[in-house]
Each structure stands twice: as structure tokens, then as C-alpha cells.
């Protein structure tokens, strides 16, 4: 593996035991994408990159965290930005944020989360496979789950159910294949959360093939509780810090690459949910508060009326609909949302930030980013 992901392998030399869960957990093809991470984050000369390494456990979901923060920081970089990856330890007993961002004169703080769902479609498929093969069956196995598998769940509680549910699931397949005829292919044995097709095979052992559901996948309700929850934790982060470090522009960055993301509904969460006003009914007024006002004194006003806050066209945010910037006292703390979908950037700044971390410039330093409505 060494020559063939000469950057990977300088990273993760640090951390022997996590090595050996990359390489063995993930395909060749991800492996190339990491390796051109880590080939730029050596080539812009990053702080950090090692002590992040060596803090990062062994584990898959906790390594995908440590890959969204590595994901931002190129971000900043191709930015033309200075980066340094920030030790668990930097501030000395208090919770630090993942990284310091300089552009130009203005520096930054900046905290990532991975917005994580489960696999427990794709873990249910292989548990089956593996049953077969402790009874010496050979099949592709196939699963037609229902939505109640197939939805992701994004918080703990969720994902914990479904375990539970595929638990008895198993129990269930390994009871009905004993009885079922597996004479006459293909072999469909039915279970509470997935149908599940056996294929006969000449491989000599059972796998998981292709897979479908059963029931169109509706928005999982956890899903926009998961994004207030995040970012409303990360806000409050700020919270410990003291002198100097107060001074700093604050962003949250999420990493969301969930099947679910649309950016309207993080924008829904911040911002609030805007009206539209049919032609001939008038857009209402809305109580332009203090806030606002010094936000429009600051320079946001266009931004403000692209974001509806103030009236953009025939669409406003209503007084009584305003999201969570508005309304959240501990929202104050933050700068800018940054959401990256796969390859795309989503810029939410915050116009009604704490006076000294206010930043309308933002709207200009971080190029590439998409804001607005979809």
C-alpha cells in the first residue's frame, strides 16, 4: 500500500492501529480520494495534520470525522486561507474548536461535525449472508427492505431501535429457513423489516447482491432535529472561551452528504420559513426589531432581503416564523453555517451575530460557496 498511497500512509503512520482499520475497512477507490486529501493537505504545509491523526481512534465513524475536518480545512486553503488543525489540548483543559482559519487580517475558528447516518440496510444484508455460510448455503442474497429500514436514522436513539428490529429480523430468517423450501429458486422468505430473495450461486459461498425497497423512503423526523440539535451544540461551544480567543469569527461547518440534504431546510432552520404572497394579495409588513436594524447599519441588507428576512419580492419570513439566528440567544456566538454536501459548499451567514463577531465580509472571503434559496 505504501506506493501506491505514498500521502495516506505519511498520515497514518502516526496511528498504527487506525492504518490497519482504513486499509481494512475501505475500497481501493476511496482510498485513492484519501490519498489526494492527504497529498494536499502536505502540500499547503498544515499544522496539525499528525497530532489529529494520532488523537483519532480506530474506529470507522469516528475516522469520517476526522475526514470532514480535513475536507474543510482544504476548503479554507483553496481559499488562499492559513490553516492550523487545533489539538484536543490547545486550550488547556477547555473544549477547543477543530481548527484556526486566517484571511488576510481576519482570523477564524472553526468547528466540524459529521452529520452521520446508519448502514443498517447494507449490515442486515451481510448478517444474512453470513448465517447462510454458517450453514454452508450458497446465494446471492438480495433484500427488498421497507422503508423502516431503508429511512436513515441520525440520532442514537433511532439508529438503536432499528438494530433492535434487525435483531429479531435475523432471528425470524433463521427460523423460516429451516422450514422454507429451497427447492424451486428464487427462495423469498419474508421478515419484518426486508423480503429477502436467495439467488442459488456457483461461488461456493453466500453474499449480499444488490438490494431495493419496498416503500418510498419518507423524511425521517429526526433529521431536521438532528441539524438543530448540532448546530445549537457547536454554538454553544464558545461558551468557555475567554479573552483573545472571544474576538475570533466563529463558523460552524456540517458535513452533511445525507440522501435527505436539501439546503433549503438547513436555510428553513436558521432563517425561518418564508411566505409567498400570490399576486394580487400584499406582502405584509413585518416588526423590523433592533437587531435587524443594526444588521441592515452593519451592511446586510441585500443579504437580508435574498434571504427574505426583509421582503424579496413577493416572499417574506413572517415575525412569528423566524429560525433559529433570530431565536436562539446562544446562536449569537456564531458567525456563519457552512454546510458541505459532497462536492458543494453552502454559505448561511449569520447578519444578527454579537457585534464583534459580525462579518459581512464573509459573504466575500469564502469563494465557491453557494447562498440562497433553492
Not at 431501535?161 to 423450501?181: G, H, M, N, P, Q
Request: aromatic share 12%.
Amino acid at each position: 500500500m505504501k506506493a501506491r498511497f505514498p500521502f495516506l500512509e505519511k498520515g497514518l503512520s502516526h496511528n498504527p492501529e487506525l492504518k490497519q482499520t482504513v486499509y481494512s475497512d475501505y475500497p481501493i477507490g476511496y482510498l485513492e480520494i484519501l490519498d489526494t486529501l492527504f497529498r494536499e493537505l502536505y502540500r499547503h504545509a498544515y499544522q496539525g495534520v499528525e497530532v489529529k491523526v494520532c488523537e483519532a481512534s480506530a474506529d470507522s465513524f469516528r475516522f469520517q470525522s476526522l475526514i470532514s475536518e480535513f475536507e474543510f480545512a482544504r476548503y479554507f486553503a483553496r481559499n488562499g486561507m492559513q490553516v492550523e488543525l487545533l489539538s484536543s489540548n490547545a486550550f488547556q483543559g477547555r473544549k477547543p474548536p477543530d481548527m484556526w482559519v486566517r484571511s488576510g487580517s481576519q482570523e477564524y475558528y472553526v468547528e466540524v461535525k459529521n452529520i452521520q447516518l446508519d448502514d443498517e440496510d447494507y449490515t442486515f444484508g451481510t448478517r444474512i449472508a453470513e448465517a447462510l455460510n454458517s450453514l454452508g448455503m450458497s446465494y446471492m442474497v438480495a433484500i427488498r427492505s421497507s422503508s423502516l429500514l431503508s429511512t436513515p436514522s441520525y440520532k442514537y436513539q433511532a439508529r438503536d431501535r432499528k438494530e433492535k428490529d434487525c435483531d429479531a429480523a435475523l432471528v425470524e430468517f433463521k427460523e423460516k429457513i429451516e422450514t422454507t423450501s429451497l427447492v424451486t429458486p428464487p427462495v423469498l422468505i419474508t421478515t419484518s423489516v426486508a423480503d429477502i430473495e436467495l439467488h442459488p450461486t456457483t461461488k461456493g459461498k453466500s453474499y449480499l447482491g444488490i438490494g431495493a425497497m419496498k416503500e418510498a423512503i419518507g423524511v425521517p423526523p429526526e433529521y431536521k432535529e438532528r441539524i438543530r440539535y448540532d448546530i445549537l451544540q457547536k454554538s454553544e461551544k464558545r461558551d468557555v472561551w475567554t479573552g483573545k480567543e472571544l474576538d475570533k469569527f466563529y463558523i460552524v461547518a456540517i458535513d452533511d452528504d445525507s440522501l435527505m440534504f436539501y439546503i433549503d431546510k438547513y436555510n428553513g432552520q436558521l432563517f425561518g420559513n418564508a411566505t409567498y404572497y400570490c399576486y394580487p394579495l400584499k406582502v405584509p409588513d413585518v416588526k423590523i426589531n433592533s437587531r435587524i436594524e443594526n444588521a441592515i447599519k452593519n451592511g446586510w441588507e441585500d443579504y437580508l432581503k435574498k434571504m427574505c428576512v426583509l421582503r424579496n419580492d413577493r416572499s417574506i419570513i413572517p415575525e412569528n416564523e423566524r429560525g433559529m439566528f433570530f431565536v436562539e440567544p446562544s446562536m449569537r456566538n456564531v458567525t456563519a453555517v457552512l454546510v458541505k454536501h459532497r462536492d458543494s459548499f453552502y454559505l448561511l451567514a449569520n447578519p444578527v451575530a454579537e457585534e464583534r463577531i459580525n462579518n459581512p465580509l464573509i459573504l466575500d472571503e469564502l469563494k465557491g460557496c453557494l447562498t440562497g434559496w433553492e
